[in-house]
């Protein structure tokens, strides 16, 4: 669990996080998203203790992360992947987070193999493309298994695959009861990963809440056999309707509304759903 | 504004291993492991373990009466120590550097015990690569010494070179922390040392003597003095490492 509570950032002139406010629980994987510049990563730095707080602040797992004995087995990080020293291979990079956190060498082979690095691991860093840099940092993240993850932008550089392994891990801690927080600007990504969305502009919290709630429309979209009699009766029966191609939206509409409209009126439907929105739509109005 | 979703019956259990504190001696180990797992820092040991012996090597074929076997390790100690000052601005200055500072910290937040662990991992590090150091001029100087060869002072010149190797490595790791760039930490420590100290010792010989490092483990190896020299590097370990832990304390990782 992943608790944040008034957190707040000021240096000399500016505000970069502005009094924000959110409870991640287990068994959820939630979606951070912001602009650049609106504090996202800012407010993971503060929740991991690099960056000190102005005022406010945030625990994981009940406790401040400075006051957490072994952080790395409470909470896997990945927040910046080129943290790494190039001169060190990717194996030792990983043995000595492991002994640093108590985690028994044997892991740092699976792990390797895990993330697809088994055959680079004895390379130097400094070889390493990004998207492997990104696997490694995965891979640190897992070493103790940890109930909580905190990762910034983990899907940068990976190719599709590795974007759809990275989609299933998250799902599966999430599934064990896990608590993951990610940060990323692939839209379609995260709109297919998370649970819930945290949305942050200009330092202020401007969303949160379950992603179904919030990319809920206003409305119905509808598809019938002929789209221009239904649109007749639906805005005989007083409705808002648009028309997009062969599809209506019906703006302030249920679909027991519309569902009885057209029944009424004989016409065959193909199609009725809420009309959702998409998260593009929803992060740009929200992030305006 | 928070909504909490369906919690799913299972719930990864906490750990045994999130109570466990990484103990101190673990910490330490590691430091040293990190010092000697790059290019850089394994060059740069093995170049302090490695180089005193040649050096012995060519003043005892070079020279008809070659000095003691105390000024030889105060010549070749101190030449050392330069190196092992970098050993120590690489250890925590080019954390910083690579930006391995943040897994560092995120590991292990407690910034002070984490210098704490550097500063006595290279403590020993430096002891040790001064120990070689050593070991590899006596050792080639026994080789090579003729019937007149002083060995008067060396067992103290032996301890002296350890100790100070030890404390000049502290002092680059207590610089690194404190400006937290390794290009800038190694330029600003050598001209400090070279220029600054060459002035200094030009201008006023007396007040270099009582602020220069190397010159005070000179002094002390060759065994000219002991009091003053011992002041004058627990004055640098003291300020250095006091620095590298305050101000690493304060300074965001961004």
Known sequence: ?288 | MTAVLDRPATVLPTRPLADRRPPLARLIGLEVRKSLSTRSGLALTAAAAVLPAGAVGLMMALHDSPPTAATMLALLGTLVSMLLIAVGVLATAGEWTHGTVQTTFLAVPRRGRVLAAKYAGLALLGAAISAVVVASTYGVATIGAGAGFSWTGAGAAAVATVGAGAALTVVGAGIGAAIGNAPAALTGTYLVLLVGMTVLDNARPTWGKHVDPLSAMFDLVEGDATARPIAVLAAWLLVTAVAGIAVTRRRAIS
């Open chain 1, 1 to 288: 669990m992943i608790t944040v509570t008034g957190l707040t950032k000021r240096y000399a002139d500016s505000t970069v996080v502005d009094d924000v406010s959110f409870t991640l629980e287990p068994g959820t994987v939630t979606g951070f998203l912001g602009p650049n510049g609106a504090g996202k990563t800012t407010t993971m730095r503060m929740i991991t203790g690099l960056v000190p707080p102005t005022a406010g602040e945030a625990k994981v797992c009940g406790r401040r992360w400075t006051d957490l004995p072994n952080p790395a087995a409470v909470a896997g990080t990945l927040l910046d992947a080129g943290a790494v020293h190039p001169g060190r291979t990717g194996r030792t990079h990983l043995a000595i987070m492991a002994a640093t956190i108590g985690v028994p060498s044997r892991r740092v082979d699976d792990l390797l193999d895990t993330v697809g690095l088994g055959n680079a691991g004895r390379r130097r860093i400094g070889g390493y493309s990004l998207g492997m840099r990104q696997r490694l940092g995965i891979a640190a993240a897992l070493l103790a298994d940890p109930p909580v993850l905190i990762l910034d932008e983990p899907a940068n550089g990976l190719d599709p695959e590795g974007i759809r392994w990275m989609r299933e891990l998250l799902r599966e801690r999430a599934d064990r009861g896990g608590t993951v927080l990610l940060s990323s600007h692939l839209l379609g990504e995260v709109e297919h990963t998370v649970d819930r969305l945290v949305v942050i502009g200009a330092g202020r919290v401007v969303a949160d809440g379950p992603i179904g709630a919030l990319l809920a429309g206003d409305g119905v979209r509808v598809r019938a056999v002929d789209a221009g009699a239904l649109a007749g009766s639906l805005r005989a029966a007083g409705l808002t309707v648009s028309a997009e191609g062969p599809a209506l939206t019906v703006a302030g509409a249920t679909a027991e509304q519309v569902g009885r409209i057209a029944a009424a009126g004989g016409h065959v439907l193909t199609d009725l759903r809420p009309a959702d929105r998409g998260l593009e739509d929803l992060f740009f109005q929200l992030t305006a």
